[in-house]
């Protein structure tokens, strides 16, 4: 004979986020009305230690066998009174949530009436759902002790190095020749003007020199399978056609290279070889062919070039690799806006007119002018140089790609540029044209201040057109001063547009392969944005630095520190517990028809032959429990587990009960 079912009921006040809307306490009165309800109670904050007390003694007072929480959102507590839940002595999955906040009170706050029969719907709900459900008993794996990190910009080279000294094997891959990403790039550091590459170069070096480190450069993740803890991951290592163990980076292939093309990483501001290295501090210091521009003169194999190493191989092929890793971190950075798009600034129209990361170029010791900053038209030093901040971003307009999200760290790096130009440049004035100045971080504030006082000049408006006179290439800005309330003309002999960060586009790539999601700036969806933003809803997977969101220096590397930590700790505890949710098939039912394989979003379902029979069977540690082959299956032989079809059946039809 089944258990008496003995269900608790507890409603949380949060503060005056319900308890404001609606009454909290006639709805734990409503829920002692309840087939099966054997207690209830109300409390204002059940989720702190009083009210999980609460609810272990409950447990044990009233001999109850399963508990509902009417509060916040699962995804924020439920793991929480879980445990609560278990610690009273009854399984953790004999527990069920209503979400009487985020889907009732915050949004129902002018009609407290109908959000109070909301209430108590969805507490009836749930009620006959926890009548109905099962105990379950979560299994463990084994988590093998190696990580990988896709991405080596500063947030995948800060995630690896924090990995490799807490003594786990970190695989590092990065998809250019060299590590290093957008930051080696740059010239200095807001607000501290601290040389980048003085910051950054130490850590590459640390990474190619750490033994619990295999770097991966000029390589791509191809597929990845398997689960936390075990992960098959396949990279294509491209062939540099070079032997890197024999390369010793001397640079003379380079120099007798005939051919010239635009340098990527200088943005086409100046040509590099078909044999190069992206620039003189990479890592490693091995040349990449550019079979694409190679014209296979044999000049680079020469006695006088790399005769003697014979490290050049035009033949030699990509390598497939396979490596077995618990964890993984993604640290795939970003991209810039296109700003050619607003054609109303013309970009790539007007020479005079530059990207924020083409003029850091320029302005870099080790950039194409040696840090002497000219006009692109004249190679003449200007003396006027606008920056039209929030180019792309804070912006409505669908239509040219812009996107509505502050990018951050475009009006520090603007004002870096104004120091620096009246730093290099005497008598040179910068205007910077602004919505809204955000400098947010630490001695941001007094950064801004400090190029007010040194001379920028801040115009706070929109800049809505830029012409070019053809004779002298010099640039008119027509923008709109919003504290004068005027519109405001001005002859420049430069524009820097403050583009927006955008999300990269490689990865896109490695969402899928690791099923992903992302959030609707296109951004990588992190686990929760307070409180857990490095962890995905992928189990073992980690973002690290810019594909999660756009972020400055510090922040990136604090958050790729955070990842590393939360990567490591499977890898530490030897084993995971998997969520029992997962699809069940009853195999005498199964037609072997696979219509569950194309279904799956998570590559959990695959066939086998049982007893000279085709069926299915689900990976439980791969199934995440939505329910998609289960509600897919034709002959119904699918179950899922916390979520059976009796379970719903006996919500909707409480839910009816109501009308």
């Not at 170029?361 to 606008?386: C, F, H, Y």
């Not at 039209?388 to 502050?406: I, M, W």
């Not at 590559?603 to 299915?616: F, H, P, Q, S």
């Amino acid at each position: 004979m089944d258990e008496e079912k003995r269900i608790g009921v507890f409603v949380c006040h949060c503060g005056t986020n319900i308890a404001g809307v609606i009454d909290v306490k006639a709805l734990a009165e409503y829920a002692k009305t309840l087939p099966n309800v054997a207690y209830a109670e109300d409390y204002t904050y059940v989720c702190s230690t009083p009210g999980q007390t609460m609810i272990r003694d409950a447990i044990k007072e009233h001999n109850l066998n399963g508990t509902v929480v009417a509060a916040c959102s699962p995804r924020l507590h439920e793991p929480t009174f879980r445990k609560a839940t278990e610690e009273g002595g009854v399984n953790q999955f004999l527990f069920s949530m209503a979400n009487i906040r985020e889907q009732n009170t915050w949004v129902h706050m002018e009609e407290p009436e109908k959000a109070m029969q909301k209430a108590k719907d969805v507490v009836r709900m749930e009620v006959a759902r926890a009548s109905m459900l099962e105990p379950l008993t979560a299994k463990t794996v084994p988590v093998e002790k190696a990580a990988l990190v896709i991405g080596a910009g500063i947030a995948g080279i800060q995630a690896s190095l924090e990995l490799a000294d807490a003594g786990i094997k970190t695989y590092l891959v990065e998809k250019e020749p060299s590590i290093g990403g957008m930051m080696s790039r740059l010239d200095k550091t807001f607000p501290t003007l601290d040389c980048s590459q003085c910051i950054l170069t130490p850590k590459m070096v640390d990474v190619e020199r750490n033994p619990n480190i295999e770097l991966m450069t000029y390589s791509e993740v191809e597929d990845v399978s398997g689960y936390i803890g075990n992960f098959d991951v396949t990279i294509r290592q491209k062939s540099r056609y070079v032997y890197e163990d024999k390369c010793n980076g001397c640079g003379k292939c380079q120099e007798v290279c005939p051919v010239s093309r635009p340098n990527e990483f200088d943005l086409g501001l100046q040509p590099r070889k078909a044999a190069y290295v992206p620039f003189p501090q990479a890592v490693p210091l091995k040349f990449t062919i550019d079979m694409d521009s190679c014209i296979k003169c044999d000049l680079c194999k020469t006695q006088e070039a790399c005769g003697d190493l014979e490290a050049i191989d035009f033949d030699k092929p990509d390598e497939l690799v396979t490596v077995k890793v618990g964890t993984i971190i993604v640290a795939t950075g970003f991209d810039m806006y296109d700003v050619e798009r607003k054609e109303e600034w013309g970009y790539k129209v007007f020479d005079n007119v530059v990207t924020g990361l083409e003029m850091e170029r320029l302005i870099s010791a080790s950039g194409p002018t040696g840090g002497n900053v000219i006009r692109p038209s004249d190679g003449q030093k200007p003396k006027s140089v606008g920056f039209v901040l929030c180019a792309g971003s804070r912006d409505q307009d669908e239509e040219d790609g812009a996107k509505p999200y502050c990018s951050r760290v475009c009006c520090m790096y603007s004002l870096k540029h104004a120091h620096q130009l009246i730093e290099k440049i005497p008598g040179c004035v910068p205007y910077l044209f602004y919505m809204d100045i955000r400098s947010f971080g630490k001695a941001y504030e007094e950064f801004y201040y400090r190029i007010q006082n040194e001379g920028g000049k801040f115009i706070r408006g929109r800049v809505s057109r830029i012409t070019e006179d053809p004779i002298t290439k010099n640039l008119t800005v027509t923008a709109e001063d919003t504290l004068l309330g005027q519109l405001l003309e001005m002859e420049l002999d430069m524009v820097v547009l403050a583009n927006a960060v955008v999300p990269a586009e490689s990865t896109q790539k490695i969402k899928t392969l690791l099923t992903l999601s992302n959030s609707p700036d296109g951004f990588l969806l992190e686990a929760h944005p307070k409180l857990n933003p490095m962890s995905t809803t992928t189990d073992g997977v980690f973002l690290a630095g810019m594909c999660q969101g756009p972020r400055d220096i510090p922040d990136v590397v604090s958050h790729a520190a955070a990842a590393a930590a939360a990567a490591s700790i499977p890898i530490h505890r030897g084993s995971v517990t998997l969520e029992p949710i997962f699809a069940i098939v009853d195999q005498e039912h199964c037609g072997g028809c696979a219509t569950c394989i194309g279904l799956c979003p998570y590559g959990a379902t695959e066939l086998n032959e049982v007893d000279g029979k085709l069926v299915a069977s689900v990976n439980e540690a791969k199934c995440k429990g939505c329910g998609t082959c289960g509600s897919g299956c034709p002959s119904g032989a699918i179950k899922m587990q916390h979520f059976t079809n009796e379970q719903i059946m006996s919500e909707i039809e409480a839910f009816a009960q109501g009308w």
